[in-house]
């Protein structure tokens, strides 16, 4: 199925208001109609689109300085370019926004749970759970995840050529991969439960990269405390279709106007 530009934004638009249309309908029948809030939608930046893991890592600080005079509402901080994780750093972050008036709205973080080692993704766990605290440390909602990928395709710029398809490595197949995602999640969530802190699985390539699998992997682990981080230019195939299906259960939304990574 084929939808339009208009038509996706429409999707996207009804999956906003929806919250608002079940709280009016449950409104009882005497009570006086209420006008009709409109949903406030807050335009961040990322860090990554002032760095692009160039070799000298461009300060968040001055992120944050031209979001606010560019207009933003927000940042997104991608953790390989913070600087460190000292208290003097993050409570430096934290004022930086304040004094712009500006939130902190994700930590992108990188992990991979598709390896058949159970070492490595328990240190992926333990990583995630770290970058949760870190999340609330910096006042920040909510935590980008991904899924992770096999590595049989060394090269990015390979693996765009293949669309994301990525061959499994040899003795396992996607099933594994999927029970190793959602077990890794599910490590990773009462972390986040008792931080306060969403996680948000991105279509990010990898195992995610058809929307079917991200979802399969959403509706397995259940939480409140999961949700997804819609990226506008990582479908493999038509981007309105996979629009129509992640849009409703988005928490945040990544709009780039390029193809895949890099440049």
């Given at each position: ?99 712009n ?49 096999w ?33 890794s ?33 959403y509706?397995a ?43």
């Amino acid at each position: 199925m084929t939808f339009t530009r208009r038509e996706a934004l429409q999707t996207v638009a009804a999956a906003a208001l929806a919250p608002i249309a079940s709280s009016l309908e449950a409104q009882p029948a005497s009570a006086p109609a209420a006008a009709p809030a409109r949903p406030r939608i807050g335009l961040a930046v990322s860090t990554y689109s002032y760095w692009h893991f160039k070799t000298e890592k461009y300060p968040i600080e001055k992120v944050i300085d031209s979001a606010a005079a560019l207009g933003f509402s927000g940042v997104e901080i991608l953790h390989r370019q913070m600087a460190s994780e000292t208290p003097a750093y993050v409570s430096g972050l934290k004022q930086a926004a304040f004094r712009n008036g500006l939130d902190l709205v994700m930590l992108s973080i990188h992990q991979d749970f598709v390896d058949p080692d159970p070492a490595l993704r328990k240190k992926d766990v333990d990583h995630t759970v770290h970058c949760i605290q870190l999340a609330s440390d910096l006042g920040i909602p909510a935590v980008r995840l991904n899924s992770g990928r096999w590595n049989t395709i060394k090269s990015f710029d390979d693996l765009m050529k293949v669309k994301g398809d990525e061959p499994p490595l040899a003795g396992y197949t996607d099933e594994d991969a999927f029970k190793w995602c959602i077990e890794s999640i599910e490590a990773c969530l009462p972390a986040a439960e008792k931080a306060g802190v969403v996680l948000a699985l991105e279509n990010h390539w990898g195992l995610t990269t058809r929307p079917e699998n991200l979802m399969r992997i959403y509706k397995a682990v259940r939480s409140p405390w999961l949700g997804i981080n819609l990226d506008t230019g990582n479908f493999a195939t038509d981007p309105y279709a996979g629009l129509e299906v992640l849009a409703p259960h988005a928490v945040i939304v990544q709009a780039k106007t390029y193809y895949g990574g890099g440049e």
